[in-house]
C-alpha cells in the first residue's frame, strides 16, 4: 500500500517540467519503451496473489515511471464496512521505477521484466492514457478480486493501445484452472484462510475460464502474454514479449503450482468429528454436548455469514453458494435439544421435524453436486458436513 499523494505529485511535477526536459510525460513514442513489471507473491495475505505494472520509460533522458492499480487506505472512511460489503475502492499510483524495485527487492518479492514490442503511435497513446488516469478525478475504480483488480486493470490498459488484440487472442485459448483452484492454490501457505475462503466461494469461483480471464493473476498475464503475436510492420507477426529479465530472485517460500486437494483432509476431519460425536454420546455425555455445541454453533454463523454474502454484499463470488445447505442457522435450533440428549431426554416433534429437514438439505445438496451441468465445486464440505450431521441425527434420536 502507498499514499497517492506521491502520484498526484509526480503528475503535477511531469506537466511543470514538460516543456523545460525531456521526460517520460513529453517524450516522441519512438522513444518510449513500455515493459510489464510482474512482482512475486508476498508473505501477507493481501499480497499473496502478487502484483504488477506498466513500466515507461524514455530511453533518451533514462527516466522511467511504473504505473499500477494496487492502492488502497485502510484509512479511508468507512473502509472495512465497505470492504465487507463488497465495495473496495482502489486507486491507480505512478512512482519511479526504481523507488518501486526498491521495496520489492527489500521484502524478498521477485521482479521479473518484460519489455513489449509496441511500436511508437501505441506507446505514446499507451503513455497518454496511464497520464490521464492518474489524474485524481480518474485515479479510483470499484476494486474486484477477480473480474476488476489491478492486473486485469493493467491487461486493459495493454489490451487497448494494442487495438483489442490481446482480448482477442486469449480469449481464444482455455485457462488453466478455475477462480476456487488459483485461490486455494495461492492461500495455501495459510491453511486457515485458504478453507474460510474455500467454503465462502460459490458457483462463480468454479466456470470455466478462458485465458483473458484467467489472467486477472499477474504470473498468468506475464505467462500469457509470451503467446501473443502482434503485427510486425511488414505483413508479418512477432512475439508481442521481446525480452524477458529477472531483476529480483524471490527469497520467499513459491506457492505451489496445483491447488491443494481439500477432499481426503476435510472427509477424514468429518468422520473423526462424527466418531467422536457417536463415543461421547454413549461414553461422555458432557463431551459430546460440548462438542455438538461447538459443531452447531459454527455451522450456524457460518450459514449466516453466507446468507448475508449472497442477500446483503456485491461479493458475487460468492452469491448462491451450496454449502449454505450444509451449513445454516437450523442449527442454533438444536443446541437445546443437544443438553438435553446428554441427560437421555427425548427430542421434541419440533425437533425431529428440524433434523428431517436439515437431512433433506444435505441431500439436496449431494444431488445438486451430481446432477449434470452443475458448477460449484464443494465436495470437500460435503464430506465433511455429511458424517457430522449422520452422527449428530443418530444421536439426538438416541434411546427414544
Not at 458475487?316 to 451449513?327: D, I, P, T
Not at 437445546?336 to 421434541?348: H, K, V
Not at 444435505?362 to 465436495?379: E, I, K, S
Request: glycine share 8%.
Amino acid at each position: 500500500m502507498r499514499q497517492t499523494g506521491l502520484a498526484f505529485l509526480l503528475l503535477a511535477l511531469w506537466l511543470a517540467i514538460a516543456p523545460a526536459q525531456a521526460s517520460v510525460a513529453n517524450a516522441p513514442g519512438a522513444n518510449l519503451e513500455v515493459s510489464l513489471i510482474t512482482y512475486g507473491p508476498g508473505e501477507t495475505y493481501w499480497e499473496r496473489f502478487g502484483h504488477d505494472a506498466i513500466e515507461v520509460r524514455d530511453t533518451v533522458s533514462g527516466e522511467a515511471v511504473s504505473f499500477n492499480y494496487g492502492v488502497f487506505d485502510f484509512n479511508e472512511a468507512n473502509f472495512f464496512v465497505n470492504f465487507a460489503r463488497g465495495r473496495m475502492h482502489y486507486l491507480m499510483d505512478a512512482a519511479p521505477t526504481s523507488l518501486d524495485e526498491s521495496y520489492y527487492v527489500e521484502a524478498g518479492r521477485s521482479i521479473t521484466r518484460q519489455p513489449l514490442a509496441l511500436d511508437a503511435n501505441q506507446a505514446a497513446a499507451l503513455r497518454d492514457f496511464l497520464l490521464w488516469n492518474l489524474r485524481p478525478e480518474n485515479a479510483g475504480y470499484n476494486y474486484d478480486y477477480y473480474a476488476d483488480n489491478c492486473t486485469t486493470r493493467v491487461r486493459d490498459a495493454l489490451n487497448q493501445a494494442l487495438g483489442g488484440i490481446v482480448a482477442t487472442q486469449m480469449k481464444s485459448r482455455a485457462g488453466g484452472m478455475t477462480y476456487r483452484q488459483q485461490t486455494d492454490r495461492l492461500m495455501s501457505g495459510q491453511p486457515w484462510l485458504m478453507l474460510v475462503l474455500d467454503l465462502g466461494l460459490g458457483p462463480y469461483a468454479d466456470q470455466p475460464l478462458d485465458a483473458w480471464r484467467e489472467s486477472f493473476l499477474p504470473e498468468v498475464l506475464q505467462s500469457q502474454l509470451r503467446e501473443v503475436k502482434v503485427d510486425d510492420g511488414h505483413g508479418g507477426l512477432r512475439p508481442l514479449v521481446i525480452g524477458e529479465q529477472l531483476v529480483s530472485a524471490n527469497r520467499l517460500e513459491v506457492p505451489p503450482t496445483v491447488p491443494p486437494d481439500l477432499r481426503l483432509p476435510l472427509a477424514l476431519a468429518g468422520l473423526l468429528l462424527a466418531a467422536l460425536l457417536v463415543l461421547g454420546r454413549r461414553h461422555w455425555p458432557t463431551g459430546y454436548a460440548l462438542l455438538g455445541t461447538i459443531y452447531l454453533v459454527a455451522a450456524g454463523l457460518v450459514g449466516i455469514v453466507l446468507l448475508a454474502l449472497w442477500t446483503l454484499t456485491s461479493h458475487h463470488s460468492a452469491w448462491a453458494n451450496a454449502n449454505l445447505l450444509l451449513f445454516n442457522p437450523l442449527a442454533f435450533l438444536l443446541l437445546p435439544t443437544l443438553w438435553r440428549a446428554r441427560r437421555g431426554l427425548a427430542a421434541s416433534r419440533f425437533i425431529d421435524g428440524v433434523i428431517a429437514i436439515q437431512l433433506l438439505a444435505c441431500m439436496v445438496a449431494v444431488l445438486l453436486h451430481l446432477l449434470p451441468g452443475t458448477v460449484q465445486q464443494n465436495q470437500p464440505w460435503l464430506l465433511f458436513a455429511l458424517p457430522a450431521w449422520l452422527a449428530l441425527a443418530w444421536s439426538l434420536r438416541h434411546r427414544r
